[in-house]
């Protein structure tokens, strides 16, 4: 990617694990990458989230597909942390966020 001008934004939710950090960074308002962290867990959790925010960007960077897909496949998947919590799961979590920032082209707090 050439040199650009990045802009991006941190949003905290909670999730069945723990508190995660989605960052999405933007080129002219064009989501292009999505870096997850998550607080204290460590180990697998944090390394599939990680995961995750990679397999995103990579779409996001090299593809066609519209963020609205990639939200419907991460959409309502559950994990048994997160149904014991009453929370959402990191996959979840992660749609919630980046259906914020589709809809509304800028992030607000999730609920």
């Given amino acids: 990617m ?5 802009s991006g ?4 939710i909670n999730t069945g694990c ?6 999405i960074n933007t080129i002219d308002a064009k989501p292009i990458e999505v870096l997850i962290t998550m607080g204290k867990c460590g180990g697998c959790a944090q390394a599939q989230i ?6 995103i960007s990579l779409i996001l960077q090299q593809s066609n597909i519209e963020i609205s897909s ?3 496949q991460l959409m309502s998947i559950q ?3 997160s149904v014991l919590n009453g ?4 996959a979840d979590a992660i749609a919630k966020v980046l259906s914020k920032y ?4 800028i992030l607000t707090p999730v609920d």
């Fill in 50 to 55: 990680e995961a995750s925010g990679r397999l």
């Fill in 18 to 23: 723990d508190t995660m950090l989605i960052t």
């Fill in 87 to 90: 929370a959402a799961s990191c």
């Fill in 102 to 105: 589709n809809f509304n082209n």
């Fill in 2 to 6: 050439k040199n650009t001008v990045r």
């Fill in 70 to 72: 990639i939200i419907r």
């Fill in 79 to 81: 994990c048994n942390k």
């Fill in 9 to 12: 934004i941190t949003c905290t």
